[in-house]
């Protein structure tokens, strides 16, 4: 590598990394130009009004009110620009396309653990078709990680007992770097891997090459194997609210409080069912916390989402308004 | 104090027959004693050897850096390196640097006071600074913590194996010598300042150390008990943030932060305070815009309280909780802007003075610019997502800390050196300081900012090769830095034995502490003087009466 063979600027791989180098430009030219703006004055007031003979004073001036109030307004504007922009590109960073193909990952010291929809399994690796969205749900199995691709300009914490996203939708193939963020431990800085964006055709092939089983049909397993099935379908003993079409649906809780039930939920009660109890239903569920691994229950509540159909008698009287949940 | 200057020296800048050095030699007569003076100096001298301490881990830092493999120490030492540097500079050099240093030195003679409120009160605080330093330094001689200056659980409470309990009681411990400062500082400015002396007659020091006591004294102990939590989940598994006890990993960020993003203002508003008087004397002229710039320093001290969530955006708070950060960590830019524009302002027409002190100033004001937009940069949340924990927050936090406030902190013991020794030290290695100090500084941070930005994130041991030119330039910036550092050192200490009798007033300066001799009495003044004059009122004072002398010795 010859010495100014170096890169200055990140690649720009995703639709996101877009929107994010235009505010970062706005703010930096916005930068450039204050800065130079202030070091010109004061060079020019600094040659100018050099001290000539020793006992020389300043001219006293003591301020002026108008200057301060323009000079106030001015940062008060441009900042609450650079924060409406900011923040519009932030809320599209956390809202993925309902469409998105949905992948699991999996941080723990020192490594990802990666699932596709189709079920393939891969480590520090993640092949991604260009040009679709891709929703990673992401948790942490020890501490706190944070997953962050910078070609994509993507980033979000990983944390240990609750889930979060990131989403993405790539715009040029090649391979990019996957970082861990958030200081993890000895080898933090080796939790690092690739993420390949293929051609759709490529990424079919790909896909084809390794025999797998889809996070449903293995949640459909585990479904049995833990017995869910002899309380939550409608030939169980209906101890237990049914499973069907109630994914994102909000439901009246035990103490009368209303929750959506989302990912974050789904994970608690399979993990701790006594922590948000439906209303109806006694607390008979066993608790699962140290049974199930990560994997297992994202497989889970894969195969809860894919219970379709019939309303479950426990989502009846529903209301609106209940807040996008992160509990756990 | 022997007659080592020349023998020209007029009788009119020797030192007074007694002052607050000379009254007593015996070591006792410093452990345990109550002169502000005195404490100043035994500050001065404990930050300055962790400030040392710090620098050795930053240097180490720095080399494994050069190259892109670990070469130099194993993954386990480096984030003990990164740690222990955070951890010393941060808790036992910044936070006391300004206020427990100059301020003791300073706020008493400056508002007309014999001493502070409660001079035993400020003894103690430095035994627990020494104390909590001990502790730490326990830790440190016996391997060290490897959780980040941050402490972030459940890696800290459950994982790490490291001296975690130890550090942690050493700045609880450490916390107790802040409070102590804080409200010494409050009282005494309160309640003892000389006939006359109203509050917008305060110079703007005063101001920003009265709103960084306030921080200390409000900010600390949730730091404390943070401190303490993580403690109690740590020894005795109780669960406050580890979801395998119980807890909630994310409340101790909000802990943590509700205390140490206020810490940065506690860092930075004492070096604004120090700018402003710089910019005021060797200008010779009133700060412009005084009382804007004195409650701008009110004003970030108060919304400094309600910002901490910035650091959390991708924490997995809620949008609407990052919505409200983000847009109330903006407002900052206000105050912060007052400042630059004031100083800026205030040179024009103004007498400026070529020195050592000034020039430490404008490099600061260069600086903390760069800090403060690069900070709204991060404030900005479609930006954060991108440069959250990578070497862009780096780069900001080394500007203003170390751009910031150090450079205040040095600019400041050169303008208050005559003062606090009675001593002039040399005007070329000091001009010369002061340059490498800002070439060193934007070479080491600069190419971090880019570094950032192509997605390099902190904390890392071993790091992709392409960014190998940019950590290569820094660390030779680092290099220069430390020069510029060291100079210093050597010159003042030269100071003390060699340099010339300073006189109370060498550069001509209003303000009360220049009516003082040099060194000071121990109860400062012959008689407690009476302000009859506005702040930084050059016009009609007798401003320049010992400066022929100095300048002929030293140059302007
Ligand atoms: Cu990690
Ligand atoms: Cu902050």
Redesign the pocket.
């Known amino acids: 590598m010859k010495f100014f063979d170096f890169p200055l600027f990140p690649e720009t791989a995703s639709t996101l990394a877009r929107e994010v180098d235009a505010v970062y430009f706005f703010a930096l030219s916005v930068s450039a130009f204050f800065s130079l703006l202030i070091a010109l004055f004061i060079f020019i007031f600094f040659v100018k009004y050099r001290r000539q003979r020793t006992a020389e004073i300043g001219v006293p001036i003591h301020g002026s009110t108008t200057l301060e109030i323009v000079w106030s307004l001015i940062p008060l504007v441009i900042t609450m620009v650079l924060f409406a922009w900011g923040a519009k590109v932030f809320l599209h960073a956390l809202t993925p396309p309902p469409d998105a193909r949905e992948y699991f990952a999996t941080g723990k010291q020192w490594m990802w653990k990666i699932q596709h929809p189709e079920g393939q399994r891969e480590i520090n690796q993640l092949h991604v078709p260009v040009g679709e969205p891709i929703k990673l749900t992401l948790t942490s199995e020890d501490v706190i990680h944070s997953f962050y691709i910078p070609a994509f300009r993507v980033k979000h914490d990983v944390l240990p007992g609750r889930y979060t996203t990131v989403w993405f939708e790539a715009t040029r193939t090649g391979t990019y770097h996957l970082f861990c963020a958030e200081y993890c431990g000895t080898e933090h800085s080796k939790m690092i891997g690739t993420v390949t964006v293929m051609e759709p055709d490529d990424y079919e092939t790909w896909l084809a090459g390794g025999p797998a089983k889809s996070p449903v049909a293995s949640g459909a397993e585990l479904f049995v194997k833990y017995a869910c099935n002899t309380c939550h379908m409608e030939a169980g003993s209906g101890r237990g609210p049914l499973l069907h079409g109630i994914y994102g649906q909000p439901v009246t809780l035990a103490g009368g409080q209303q929750v959506v039930r989302d990912d974050n939920y789904l994970r608690e009660s399979i993990l701790r069912s006594g922590a948000k109890v439906v209303a109806g239903y006694q607390p008979l569920m066993p608790v699962f916390q140290g049974q199930i691994s990560e994997e297992g229950v994202m497989h889970l509540i894969a195969y809860i989402k894919s219970l379709t159909g019939d309303e479950s008698p426990g989502a009846a009287g529903g209301g609106a308004g209940a807040a996008d949940g992160t509990g756990g | 104090m022997q007659a080592t200057a020349s023998a020209a020296t007029p009788e009119a800048v020797r030192p007074p027959r007694h002052h607050y050095l000379n009254v007593d030699y015996g070591l006792r007569s410093w452990l345990l004693t109550t002169d502000h003076k005195r404490i100043g100096i035994l500050y001065l001298l404990s930050i300055t050897f962790f400030f040392a301490v710090g620098g050795i881990y930053a240097t180490l830092i720095r080399l494994e850096l050069l190259t892109p493999q670990g070469d130099l120490v194993s993954s386990d030492t480096y984030n003990r390196l990164f740690t222990m540097h955070g951890v010393m500079m941060i808790f036992f050099f910044l936070v006391p640097s300004i206020p427990a240093v100059l301020g003791n030195f300073l706020i008493p003679l400056m508002i007309g006071a014999k001493d502070v409120a409660f001079p035993k009160l400020n003894l103690a605080s430095w035994y627990m600074y020494m104390i909590g330093a001990g502790l730490t330094m326990y830790s440190l001689l016996h391997g060290g913590v490897d959780t980040g200056w941050t402490f972030y659980t459940p890696f800290s409470s459950s994982y790490s194996n490291s001296f975690v309990a130890a550090t942690a009681l050493g700045i609880f411990v450490n916390g107790f010598s802040s409070i102590f400062t804080g409200l010494n500082f409050l009282v005494t400015i309160h309640r003892m300042r000389a006939p006359g002396m109203t509050w917008f007659r305060l110079p703007l020091f005063i101001w920003s150390h009265y709103a960084t006591s306030l921080i200390m004294v409000l900010g600390t102990p949730v730091l404390a008990i943070t401190l303490v939590l993580l403690f109690l989940e740590r020894v005795f598994q109780i669960g406050f943030f580890d979801p395998a006890l119980g807890g909630d990993p994310v409340l101790f960020q909000h802990f943590f932060?509700f205390y140490?993003?206020p810490a940065?203002y506690i860092m930075i508003l004492p070096s604004l305070g120090v700018i402003s008087e710089i910019v005021a004397a060797f200008a010779r002229k009133p700060i412009f815009g005084y009382k804007f710039v004195a409650l701008a320093s009110m004003g970030i001290a108060i919304l400094?309280f309600l910002?901490?969530g910035?650091?959390l955006f991708l924490s997995s708070q809620s949008a609407y909780a990052a919505l409200v950060f983000s847009v109330l960590?903006m407002l900052i830019a206000v105050p912060s802007a007052i400042k630059v524009f004031n100083w800026m302002a205030t040179l024009y027409r103004g007498s400026i003075e070529y020195s050592t002190p000034m020039f430490y100033a404008l490099g600061f004001i260069g600086l903390f610019t760069i800090g403060g937009l690069t900070?709204l940069m991060?404030?900005t949340l479609g930006i954060d997502v991108h440069v959250h924990d990578t070497y862009f927050v780096v780069a900001h936090f080394h500007y203003i800390m170390v751009g910031g406030a150090l450079m205040g902190y040095l600019g400041g013991l050169h303008y208050w050196w005559p003062k606090i020794t009675g001593r002039l030290y040399s005007g070329f290695w000091s001009h010369l300081s002061a340059l490498l100090v800002f070439l060193g500084f934007n070479l080491t941070f600069f190419p971090q900012f880019i570094l950032g930005y192509l997605g390099m994130p902190r904390r890392y041991h071993v790091y992709p090769p392409e960014f190998q030119v940019l950590h290569v330039l820094s660390t030779a910036g680092a290099s220069i830095l430390a020069v510029g550092y060291l100079l210093p050192m050597v010159y003042f200490i030269w100071s003390l034995k060699y340099g010339d009798y300073a006189g109370r007033n060498p550069w001509g300066a209003v303000g009360l502490e220049w009516q003082a001799t040099s060194p000071p009495a121990l109860h400062n003044f012959e008689e407690i003087p009476v302000v009859d004059f506005e702040p930084y009122q050059y016009k009609g004072a007798p401003v320049a009466q010992r400066l022929p002398y100095r300048i002929a010795k030293y140059g302007a």
């Open positions: 932060w140490s993003h940065v400094g910002v901490w910035h650091h960590t900070g991060l404030g």
